[in-house]
């Protein structure tokens, strides 16, 4: 695999880097000089580590808590770093259905077992405290927020294997990754993501409660109507 990793992978290569280090702080400091929040794209536990490191040599100059930066994917992390994004206030945005999709392949072919029960371990962060969405990368994946769901909670993969059943999250943890979380990771928070007096008006009515059904049939809770401000859509 191309993620950059401390450890080998099962070809014995540890990955790669798109950026080096001094290239990618530079990046995002242009970014921020100008205001802008950044999302970074990061796979691998080493690739998190240069990430990291870079932001925290920025820490002085930038308030972080002026930006929405995320971490989009985060496959597979230290956990001794789990502290170090909840202290720069980064969000995280999971490539969860890659579990079921590609979890078969990934363990036996590229990360082995090992590293690929480890993969985007929610349950972890969410204890770190930072906020947690799923996405799909569509169109790599169905873009199905209860797949999405799904795929959290169950860590199954084609073949019906679980990836590290004790990092299972919650399927109310998991909803909020498809509804609040990433409403507050675009900074649309106060709009959006939840249902309150003052913001919009867009909801979804599903045909079953995703938190009560047997979570191995959360994939199969269907939208059955999609209000937007408060106006019928579907």
């Known amino acids: 695999g191309t993620a950059a990793t401390i450890k080998p992978q099962s070809n014995g290569s540890t990955g790669n880097l798109n950026y080096s280090p001094e290239s990618y702080q530079q990046a995002i400091q242009n970014c921020m000089d100008k205001g802008f929040s950044v999302s970074t794209h990061v796979m691998g536990d080493r690739a998190h580590k240069v990430m990291l490191q870079a932001l925290e040599n920025l820490a002085t100059k930038f308030d972080y808590g002026k930006f929405h930066h995320t971490v989009e994917h985060s496959a597979l992390i230290d956990p001794a770093d789990l502290p170090r994004i909840e202290k720069l206030n980064l969000s995280v945005g999971f490539l969860t259905p890659f579990l079921h999709a590609y979890g078969d392949p990934l363990r036996d072919m590229v990360l082995?077992?090992?590293?690929?029960?480890?993969?985007?371990?929610?349950?972890?962060?969410?204890?770190?405290?930072?906020?947690?969405?799923?996405h799909s990368d569509g169109p790599i994946v169905e873009?199905?927020?209860?797949?999405?769901?799904?795929?959290?909670?169950?860590?199954?993969?084609?073949?019906?294997?679980?990836?590290?059943?004790?990092?299972?999250?919650?399927?109310?943890?998991?909803?909020?990754?498809?509804?609040?979380?990433?409403?507050?990771?675009?900074?649309?928070?106060?709009?959006?993501?939840?249902?309150?007096?003052?913001?919009?008006?867009?909801?979804?009515?599903?045909?079953?409660?995703?938190?009560?059904?047997?979570?191995?049939?959360?994939?199969?809770?269907?939208?059955?109507?999609?209000?937007?401000?408060?106006?019928?859509?579907?």
């Open 112 to 134: 082995g077992d090992a590293m690929a029960s480890r993969l985007f371990a929610a349950v972890d962060y969410d204890k770190a405290g930072i906020s947690t969405a799923h």
């Open 143 to 234: 873009a199905r927020p209860m797949y999405l769901v799904w795929s959290a909670v169950n860590r199954t993969t084609v073949s019906g294997k679980v990836l590290g059943a004790e990092l299972r999250q919650p399927a109310y943890a998991a909803l909020l990754g498809v509804t609040r979380n990433p409403a507050r990771q675009l900074g649309l928070g106060d709009e959006i993501g939840s249902l309150k007096v003052g913001k919009r008006a867009d909801f979804a009515l599903l045909s079953e409660n995703p938190i009560k059904v047997d979570p191995m049939k959360i994939k199969e809770v269907a939208v059955l109507e999609t209000i937007k401000s408060g106006k019928l859509y579907f």
